[in-house]
């Protein structure tokens, strides 16, 4: 069937004064445009086209990009207001609306919102939300302590990044769990699940957790003694800050790193300093 806000692979049927016919398996049709034709396509081709509504709300084809698909999410330019909402640059002729009671917080021109696109259930219409925990939890959907994923980086927080995590839930990427990583809004990135909390909450980070980044930490810090001539001032009792600038690594990290080495007799301990031995 003909799916609103999705893209398909349909069949050119006929050929009428307006355009191409398009058809799907159950023999629905819909309109490509002349004006989105091309000379080389031929009755029977099958052609990938973006299925929305026009101007004057008609289902109609296109081969042309979308940003994103119903039930996806996205970061979007608002390129216009009026009085019944926002209207966000989706790639299409017809903007996307943000209706008010679907806003976070007031949208202006220029600026860009993560939402979710989706089918209006009231009129069918496509449209988008920035208030996205009203359709993926702030909670686990069946994710495990370190795993790999997908991250698209939402807006800041006082405490870091708001994560759509695999379209699946929301989650906070930490500032200090940000290591050697570009973090763009809008973007999307690796991450891994930091932790999942008691009450089902998802902190996240750039890096694994735990003891399969000591192995390279380590070497890191042994090379950055050797080089400082067996000395450096930093401890377990230096700054977050201080150890994320020279290691690009958590404290905790850190601990666990010079705890390795101090064990296998590396490295001197004091309470301001490490040392090498030699």
Known sequence: MIKLGKYQTLTIERKVDFGFFLTCNEGEEVLLPNKYCQSSMNIGDSIEVFIYLDSEDRITAINKPAYAQVGDFVALRCIDTNNV?????????????????????????????????????????????????????EKSKGFTNNQEVELLVGPKTDLGYK?????????????DEVFNQDVTFGHKIKGFIKRVRPDGKID????????????????KI????????????????????????????SKREFKMAIG??????????TKTDIELIK
């Open 163 to 175: 994560c759509v995590i695999e379209n699946r839930a929301l989650g906070i990427l930490f500032f």
């Open 85 to 137: 909402g926002a209207f966000l640059d989706w790639g299409l002729p017809k903007d996307l609306m943000v209706p008010f009671a679907e806003q976070r917080k007031t949208m202006e021109v220029d600026s860009r919102y993560l939402v979710y696109v989706y089918e209006n259930p009231v009129d069918g219409r496509i449209i988008a939300s920035s208030k996205l925990d009203k359709f993926i939890p």
């Open 260 to 269: 390795s080495l101090y064990k296998q007799k590396k490295i001197l301990l």
């Open 222 to 249: 042994l090379k950055m003694l050797a080089e400082n001539g067996g000395h450096m001032a930093v401890s377990d009792k230096s700054s977050p800050e201080l150890i994320r600038r020279l290691f690009a690594c």
């Open 204 to 219: 996240l980070s750039t890096r694994q957790q735990g003891y399969t980044t000591l192995g390279p930490l380590a070497e």
